[in-house]
């Protein structure tokens, strides 16, 4: 007798199983190509099924302000207000933060890296960020100690802050140390800080080390000034790893525009430090697979479809290539 099997058709998936498949696209993919397949597919994506979790940051680094601004509010309204993870970089004014803040009940990993939102719109609107663990303010030079001390009063829940600056921006400031005690005073459950290229005392250091007693790690390299002792660290602070002042990376050897930032290397570890996703096979070449793949069935590299009604034809406006 002949076995039977029971297939599910992809369109009877339930809609959070499709949302999780479709993140692993590009962006541009599940924009334009994903909502012409079917119409459960189209209904996922303008849900919030594939939107609870939004990462447009390498978008976001060569797109023009308005385009930015528009995707980002599309892609939060689809959210519908479950929108748990952002990371986009390069936003130019109060008007986006302000937004992304009013629909912030769900967020809890925040990134907003090389952003230019003012002190006093971050101080009107901290308290929308109640939620937050985890957040990325580096390369944000329009902000300071006010900004931080309004986050670190309404953030309660607040254990990872990023707050790394180029070597250039610390050489127009005289100090840093108070964006240093306002984190001091107000961030309490703190379990990772980076700091990397401020101006900053040891004094300042310390009041961080007495202030927030649960860090597990400190970055502090190009903070010149601080000196601490080994020992101390070491005695008083067993579980702390401090990263610093002296680290040679890719600024102390002078490529600094032909190389990104040391600490990019260990992103995985301040993003993913509350959300517990590490991937270790990084060595993954898509071009051997589909090598592999197409070897002796012919070549499909100047086939292209393109399907654009999925974002109702805006696709133009962010350097996509036109529809035939």
Known sequence: MEEQCDFRHWDELIPDALGLIFSNLPLQEILTVIPCVCKSWRTVVMGPYCWQEIDIEEWSNGCEPDHLDWMLQMLINRSSGSLRKLCVSGLQNDTIFSFITENAGSLRSLRLSRSEMSDSIVEQTAGRLSSITCLDLSYCGNIGAHALEAIGKHCKLLVSLCRNMHP?????????????????????????????????????????????????????????DVKLDDQFVKEKFPKLKVLGPLVMDCYEMGEWDDCSDFS??????????????????????????????????GRLEELELRFYEGIDGDAGMFGWPPSP
């Not at 961030?187 to 927030?212: D, F």
């Not at 990084?282 to 197409?294: A, K, L, Q």
């Open 168 to 224: 250039l921006d610390a050489a127009r400031k005289l100090s840093q140390d108070d964006e240093a005690n306002a984190i001091a005073a107000t961030m309490p459950r703190l379990k990772r800080l980076e700091m990397a290229y401020r101006l900053i005392s040891t004094t300042s250091v310390l009041n961080i080390l007495s202030g927030c007693p649960q860090l597990e790690f400190l970055d502090l390299r190009g903070c010149w």
């Open 264 to 297: 990019d290397g260990f992103e995985y570890l301040a993003w993913e430090f509350e959300m517990g996703n590490y991937d270790d096979d990084d060595d993954y070449d898509d071009d051997d697979i589909y090598d592999g793949v197409w070897h002796g069935e």
